[in-house]
């Protein structure tokens, strides 16, 4: 059945997988994988709330797996209770020290709570990690113009464009602080290119606006074997189902 489940994924039956994988732990309720998959499928789907449900009613002990503690911290935080998300990644941050991706997500919480001082932290770690992620420098660049550090800011917003030409958030985001200034005519430069790439982009039906690339991520995101289902998932992450979200 697991082979089924995860052919029926490759060709996009993701209902007819879920399906499968509800039996799977019907039968073997403590299998770590059979919920992390079963998880991730309903990420992909913006199956936030339901995803929290499965994993919290779990009685697999998955207290110790990175990779479900992440799933439900970042399914907590799409439904906006981030309260919840942030207590869930820093219990999570103990078990993988090293995790871009947690880093992230960790410092666009704090950003969201206006608590620049940790965000700035955290995203500066990101790019120690990985001095080419386009967007960790569009964030700090958001955390220096809510601090009315402009120029700061722009100079964040220019190295985004830089790493990423077709990162229309960070052009809109540079044209508003120039609308701030006053600085009109450049203003509509900035965001006329936006506008354009915005156009380009495909439909994003859910916000995760710092899991766009992990291509240079510090460590490689992979699914587990499909072929082995005793496979142990704490070298594993979640490129597969955050890709889903760009």
Do not use: M
Not at 148 to 155: F, H, L, Q, S, V
């Amino acid at each position: 059945l697991l082979q089924e489940a995860l052919d029926l994924e490759d060709r996009g039956n993701l209902y007819e997988a879920i399906n499968i994988y509800q039996i799977l732990i019907s039968e073997d309720p403590t299998n770590l994988l059979y919920l992390y998959n079963h998880a991730l499928l309903l990420i992909s789907q913006n199956n936030f709330k339901k995803a929290i449900y499965l994993i919290e009613g779990s009685s697999a002990n998955y207290s110790q797996s990175f990779e479900i503690n992440f799933c439900l911290g970042f399914s907590y935080r799409q439904i906006g209770e981030i309260d919840s998300a942030l207590a869930i990644y820093l219990k999570t941050e103990k078990l993988h020290q090293k995790s871009t991706q947690l880093d992230g997500e960790i410092g666009i919480i704090y950003k969201e709570k206006k608590n620049y001082e940790k965000s700035l932290f955290y995203f500066n770690k990101v790019i120690k990690a990985n001095p080419n992620w386009a967007l960790a420098y569009d964030a700090i660049g958001e955390i220096y113009s809510d601090q009315g550090k402009y120029k700061n800011a722009i100079n964040f917003f220019d190295k985004a464009i830089e790493l990423d030409p077709k990162y229309a958030a960070a052009y809109n985001n540079k044209g508003a602080i120039l609308k701030k200034i006053l600085n009109y005519e450049n203003a509509i430069i900035e965001f006329d290119k936006a506008i354009t790439l915005n156009s380009l982009l495909s439909d994003k039906s859910c916000a995760t606006d710092f899991f766009i690339s992990y291509e240079d991520a510090d460590s490689s995101i992979i699914r587990p074997s499909k072929y082995n289902q005793k496979v142990e998932l704490t070298t594993s992450t979640l490129d597969d189902v955050l890709n889903k979200f760009t």
